[in-house]
Antibody
Framework: QVQLQGSGPGLVKPSETLSLTCSVSRYYISSGYYWGWIRQPPGKGLEWIGSIYHSGSTYYNPSLKSRVTISVDTSKNHFSLQLSSVAATDTAVYYC???????????WGQGNLVTVSS | QSALTQPASVSGSPGQSITISCTGTSSDVGDYNFVSWYQQHPGKAPKLMIYDVSNRPSGVSNRFSGSKSGNTASLTISGLQAEDEADYYCSSYISSTTNVVFGGGTKLTVL
């Protein structure tokens, strides 16, 4: 089954850009699937950030759209998240995940805690 | 878009059945049969339990079932077991904006 491993800085300063990468194993990104990011603030619920299809089409949460970029690098078999102009409210565990279709997520990474603080 | 509405908590005794509701609108839950359910144990990543209202991924126990009526979807867990104690989240596709929205989550306690 597909395995996902997220990586990136655990601490980001306010107003800067949060960048995370999700490395995929046991599956080629170029073969299909929707690749997505979801976050969960400490003690709170899940929030869908957005997804990208293997062809490059992107789908974003309207409330985050102006600050989010999701991209795919098929040569490295990974996909990435960039969230600009972060604030303390962006502190969360960020999960990468993938699904056969946009509406659900079959496989999840372990999650990466990102804290926004000066 | 607003989060889907779930009860904050439900509880049941081992062997019993419980149902968790997920209420949305005609623009999300009521629009297509694209409702999913996830189970999340503390400190762990969510796990897909039900997709497209009532389909179980391979490996998920048949004690878990899903249904939908109008703008409300439901997850039923029969024969409750201690290991079912977790947080459960529903999600729905929104066709008008091609994105996904989650519910606020429900904490299931097995008494």
């Amino acid at each position: 089954q597909v395995q996902l491993q997220g990586s990136g800085p655990g601490l980001v300063k306010p107003s800067e850009t949060l960048s995370l990468t999700c490395s995929v194993s046991r599956y080629y990104i170029s073969s299909g699937y929707y690749w997505g990011w979801i976050r969960q603030p400490p003690g709170k619920g899940l929030e869908w950030i957005g997804s990208i299809y293997h062809s490059g089409s992107t789908y974003y949460n309207p409330s985050l759209k102006s600050r989010v970029t999701i991209s795919v690098d098929t040569s490295k078999n990974h996909f990435s998240l960039q969230l600009s102009s972060v604030a303390a409210t962006d502190t969360a565990v960020y999960y990468c995940a993938c699904g056969r279709w946009l509406q659900f997520l079959d496989y999840w990474g372990q999650g990466n805690l990102v804290t926004v603080s000066s | 878009q607003s989060a889907l509405t779930q009860p904050a908590s439900v509880s049941g005794s081992p062997g019993q059945s419980i149902t968790i509701s997920c209420t949305g609108t005609s623009s999300d839950v009521g629009d297509y049969n694209f409702v999913s359910w996830y189970q999340q144990h503390p400190g762990k990543a969510p796990k897909l339990m039900i997709y497209d209202v009532s389909n179980r991924p391979s490996g998920v126990s048949n004690r878990f079932s899903g249904s939908k009526s109008g703008n409300t979807a439901s997850l039923t867990i029969s024969g409750l077991q201690a290991e079912d104690e977790a947080d459960y989240y529903c999600s729905s596709y929104i066709s008008s904006t091609t994105n996904v929205v989650f519910g606020g989550g429900t904490k299931l306690t097995v008494l």
